[in-house]
């Protein structure tokens, strides 16, 4: 297959860039380098079955393509609440764009969604059959409703054009590649620990969350894109179900790191969702997909890959 993958150079883009080339397709990366970086795709610069091209989705290309995953957007909350307008048109603007690519060349096309779209949940866990608890006025808004118009457009071109489309819903997923000052709290934590600071605890520490490790979720995201079964159009959970709150993160990494690790408490932003657990059976059924990598061997690896990169604690 010709597959373009947009948000390429980024965490999880550049694992599944990796996973596809592994599988013998042939790959393009879209990117802006907004949050991505080239060091993640360094490796893969120079390859024949590779091709980087720095574009923003919020304009349309044109490719002949056969797969698309659309991940392009920034997913840290620092990130994408930096310039809020610019993160709903590239979710909009970028899923419209894409679908209309998907819709040209006939290629399947694999919408990136979030957890995010169930908001502060009031179902634990949660189902796809949920609607969700979402501000459409918050500061995470900008993410989490140009997600859920993503979706939307998803299923209007399924509907009303054929297009064959997949959405994904992806849980909190951490690993390798994550940039240094993402601000999401795998990587801020383990930044803090090895740097021999303390490790800031927004709100009480109370708040959970299901981690997911990187390979795991790419595994989903192949899975779902090769799936073909009934309703392949129809959202899918990916995620673990191994619930932590952020106090619990924190005592696995000193359980690794082997030290108790210094904390302050930070505030709690706004509409931080409390509680945070996929129902994935629907995966489970429909792919085969379950996670294989219990937390803490994931954190053992992320803290090697971030010893690597960030000098500190050598
Ligand atoms: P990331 O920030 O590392 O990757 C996003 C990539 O998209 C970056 O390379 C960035 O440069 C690129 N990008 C951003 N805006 C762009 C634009 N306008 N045009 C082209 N490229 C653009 O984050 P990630 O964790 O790898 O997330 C990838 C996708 O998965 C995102 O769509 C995100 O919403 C989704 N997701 C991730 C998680 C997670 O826990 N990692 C959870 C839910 C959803
Ligand atoms: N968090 C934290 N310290 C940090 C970064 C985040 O306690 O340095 C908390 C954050 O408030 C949230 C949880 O960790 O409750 C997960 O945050 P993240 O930004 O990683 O993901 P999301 O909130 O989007 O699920």
């Not at 990366?29 to 091709?51: C, M, P, Q, W, Y």
């Not at 609607?131 to 918050?138: E, H, K, P, R, S």
């Not at 620990?193 to 979720?217: H, M, N, P």
């Not at 990494?253 to 059976?281: A, C, F, M, S």
Request: glycine letters at 8%; charged letters at 25%.
């Amino acid at each position: 297959m010709r597959v373009v993958v947009t948000g390429g150079a980024g965490f999880l883009g550049s694992h599944l860039c990796d996973r596809l080339l592994a599988d013998e397709h042939e790959v393009i990366a879209v990117d802006n380098l907004f949050t991505g970086s080239r060091r993640n795709i360094d490796h893969l610069l120079g390859r024949k079955d590779f091709e980087f091209v720095r574009h923003d989705v919020v304009e349309p290309i044109l490719l002949e393509v056969d797969w698309i995953f659309n991940l392009a957007c920034p997913a840290s909350p620092i990130h994408y609440q930096y310039n809020p307008v610019k993160t709903v048109k590239t979710s909009v603007m970028g899923a419209l764009n894409m679908l209309g690519l998907a819709k040209r060349v006939e290629a399947r096309i694999l919408q990136a969604s979030t957890s995010e779209i169930y908001g502060d949940p009031q179902e634990h866990p949660q189902k796809e059959s949920y609607w969700g608890n979402v501000n459409t006025i918050g500061p995470r808004s900008c993410y989490d409703e140009g997600k859920r118009v993503a979706e939307t457009l998803m299923m209007d071109y399924h509907r009303q054009n054929g297009v064959d489309t997949r959405i994904v819903r992806i849980f909190n997923t951490y690993g390798p590649r994550m940039a240094i000052g993402d601000g999401r709290v795998v990587s801020n934590f383990i930044v803090q620990a090895l740097k021999r600071e303390k490790l800031t605890i927004y709100g009480d520490g109370s708040q959970t969350r299901c981690f997911c490790f990187v390979d795991d979720l790419i595994d989903g995201l192949i899975r779902l894109m090769t799936y073909a079964g009934d309703n392949a159009y129809e959202p899918v959970n990916i995620g673990n179900t191994d619930e932590r709150s952020m106090n619990d993160l924190v005592a696995a990494l000193g359980e690794i790191l082997g030290r108790k690790l210094d904390v302050e408490y930070k505030p709690l932003p706004l509409n931080d969702p409390v509680r945070r657990k996929p129902d994935t059976t629907r995966a489970r059924q429909r792919l085969g997909w379950e996670t294989t990598v219990p937390l803490l061997d994931g954190l053992r690896k992320t803290v090697d890959y971030f010893r690597g990169v960030t000098d500190a604690g050598k």
